[in-house]
């Protein structure tokens, strides 16, 4: 019987300890940048630099419900001149200043004119297979032609719906950087 009162105890112990500890917000955490940077490269096609990619003009009414996508349209980005160490190249894309992405979708912006700017729509990147892409991330990683040291990098842009969305314009810009793995 002693034995059990002081099990009994000890549990007690255990159950307020622990309760005490669960209480306790975690409010502090570290936050660690790994990274690396390399002198071997590729360099962009000359015109791929600055493409322009036109998706096809749709009815709103393939639009009408958050999280609708449509209107995807590929568009490719060649390398050359990748030195031979290299055997894959892929694009990094990264929203142009503080207002080029959503954070919540993790889409573009549509920063048409607001004088007929579509409403409720953005512009979603995804991989050559359809994954939808995070602005800020490195899409799908592309191998290169061990012999002519080039090569071709397809992505897709296509709308994606907020809302309801409205007529208008959609325009939208991104920074790519050529990464590699």
Request: aromatic fraction near 8%; charged fraction near 15%.
């Amino acid at each position: 019987m002693f034995k059990s009162k002081i099990s009994a105890c000890l549990l007690a112990m255990g159950f307020i300890a622990f309760g005490a500890n669960a209480v306790d917000p975690v409010t502090q955490g570290t936050v660690t940048f790994n990274g690396k940077l390399i002198v071997e490269t590729c360099s962009i096609v000359s015109g791929d630099e600055n493409l322009t990619v036109t998706l096809p003009t749709l009815s709103t009414a393939s639009l009408k419900t958050p999280g609708d996508e449509a209107g995807s349209t590929s568009f490719d980005i060649h390398a050359e001149n990748c030195d031979p160490s290299l055997t894959k190249v892929g694009a990094h894309f990264e929203a142009i200043g503080s207002t080029g992405a959503d954070m919540a979708t993790g889409n573009l912006i549509n920063a048409a004119p607001a004088a007929n700017k579509a409403a409720e729509v953005e512009v979603r990147l995804y991989d050559a297979d359809g994954t939808p892409m995070t602005i800020g991330t490195t899409g799908q990683m592309f191998d290169i032609d061990s012999t002519t040291h080039k090569a071709t990098m397809r992505y897709i842009g296509g709308y994606y719906a907020t809302g309801v969305t409205t007529a208008g314009d959609v325009t939208a810009k991104v920074n790519y950087t050529l990464a590699y793995p």
